[in-house]
């Protein structure tokens, strides 16, 4: 048997940004989106997992991420950053034009190989998570759950937190991966990164 192939996720580049499914790339390869809540810190994440800190364009204003925006880790290797969900301050309509954009890409792009969900670790599963939850379940695809902002607990809490969040998850059947992870403390990166190479490389 093959050694499984190093992803490396430093040589991420911007490839495009796409408002909808018509302006994607072919849906050839694999991609691994990123996707959460406004304020969770999912553009951060990204940037962390690939060693750069203005890969993803972050803000200090939640709901920057208004396209779909793929970055290249090599031909055929790709990540997805999703627009944000919960607490962007735009027009209904934009965010009805944003959910339709995400559901007709998580349902429809067949390249997709998982989703990384980030969720602040002090307010995890909201609405809007549960439902990203159902529709992984929904298109068989595996979820990787990022407890962002884990240095904001201490270590007997962050543990007390994730175990809550696999409580949690027990009413759906899906197959998740729950992760602390702190940015700026480098909690769980060398993890999350583990987790998509192994995604990658079943491709």
Known sequence: MSEPRQILFQKAHFLLSAPDM???????????AFIG???SGKSTSLNAI???????????TPGRTRMINLF???PGLRLADLP????????????RKWQKAMSDYLQQR???KGLVVTMDIRTPLKEHDRVV????IAAELPALLLLTKADKLGTNARRNATEQVR????????TFTIIPFSAPQKIGIDEARAVLSAWFNAR
């Open 167 to 174: 409580t949690m998850l027990d009413e759906f059947d899906g």
């Open 37 to 39: 809540r406004s304020n």
């Open 84 to 95: 944000g969900y919960g607490y962007a301050a735009v027009p209904e309509s934009m965010k």
């Open 133 to 136: 939850l159902d529709w992984s």
């Open 22 to 32: 018509s302006t994607l790339p072919s849906d050839e390869g694999a991609e691994i």
């Open 50 to 60: 690939c060693q750069q800190k203005k890969l993803a364009k972050t803000s200090a």
């Open 110 to 112: 067949r390249c997709l």
């Open 72 to 74: 290249e880790i090599e």
